[in-house]
């Protein structure tokens, strides 16, 4: 996840301009011979100027990993490619995917690790990044 960090903050602030991804998800992530992350499709992405960092749009990414803002009002900005970015690291570390069938009616990913972070980690953490082989 460190290589897509990388490549999300050259993304946002290695430019004159600023290019948010809007659709950023597991599968938009390729690796290539080295195994470094590499991240693809930018079919719906948006170009801004750095006074200008929120635009509205009509196409959606994929929801589950899409922010709030962008899916209700079609507000695109950084923060909802560190929205999505959030949502696959909470992935990552839990081994559900935001469209689990866990996750109905008001239960989220998001809030499921919210509601049972600090006190619950076991509760949400995949205990297979605890187990050791020798």
Not at 118 to 129: G, I, S, T, Y
């Amino acid at each position: 996840m460190i290589d897509v960090t990388s490549a999300m903050e050259y993304l946002h602030e290695g430019h004159s301009f600023v290019v948010v991804h809007c659709d950023l998800k597991p599968s938009n992530i390729l690796l290539d011979g080295d195994m470094v992350e590499r991240v693809s499709d930018f079919g719906i992405s948006k170009l801004m100027t750095v006074d200008k960092l929120i635009t509205q749009t009509k196409t959606l990414g994929m929801i589950g990993y899409m922010a709030p803002e962008y899916g209700s009002e079609g507000l695109v900005s950084t923060l909802g490619d560190v929205y999505s970015y959030g949502i696959m690291l909470m992935e990552t570390f839990t081994r559900k995917k935001p469209m689990d069938n866990l996750f109905v009616e008001e239960l989220s990913l998001k809030r499921w690790v919210f509601e049972s972070f600090p006190n619950r980690v076991m509760d949400f953490v995949d205990v297979n990044l605890f187990s050791r082989q020798d």
